[in-house]
């Protein structure tokens, strides 16, 4: 299985406050990847005292094995599409880059379940 962490899972991967399940999963997926727009959101929400991340996500790939997926023009293109379920952009790319890419989010958003992507969070 391949998978696309959200911000969240990998704030919580490196402080150690993910489930277990969540754990176990990530660590039997054949790749885990990790976005740009995760990288993105941290440091605009790290400015804006909203995240407190552990460690640089650059550092959390190198650790962890976790690989880098860069923001292409057909993961933006792919945003028009998207029905309006969400309104956070950060999740609205990540859910296009899942598409394109055909990766399993992992998650605990809720409103990300109501587009045609998998998600798990257990």
């Known amino acids: 299985m ?43 929400k ?6 407190i991340a552990k460690s640089p996500v650059e550092d959390v790939l190198r650790d962890y094995g976790f690989i880098e997926l860069p923001v292409l023009i057909r993961h933006a293109d792919a945003v028009k ?9 950060f999740d609205r790319l990540l859910v296009a880059q899942a598409i394109v890419e055909d990766l399993v989010i992992v998650s605990s958003d809720p409103m990300l379940c109501q587009y045609k992507v998998p998600v798990v969070w257990d």
Do not use: N
């Not at 599409?81 to 952009?89: A, E, I, K, S």
């Open 2 to 44: 391949k998978l696309l962490l959200d911000t969240h899972a990998l704030i919580w991967w490196d402080t150690g406050e993910l489930a277990r399940a969540v754990v176990r999963r990530i660590e039997r997926a054949d790749v885990v990847y990790v976005s740009a727009v995760v990288a993105w959101e941290i440091a605009i």
């Open 81 to 89: 599409v998207l029905p309006p379920h969400h309104r956070d952009p």
């Open 46 to 51: 790290s400015t804006l005292k909203k995240i």
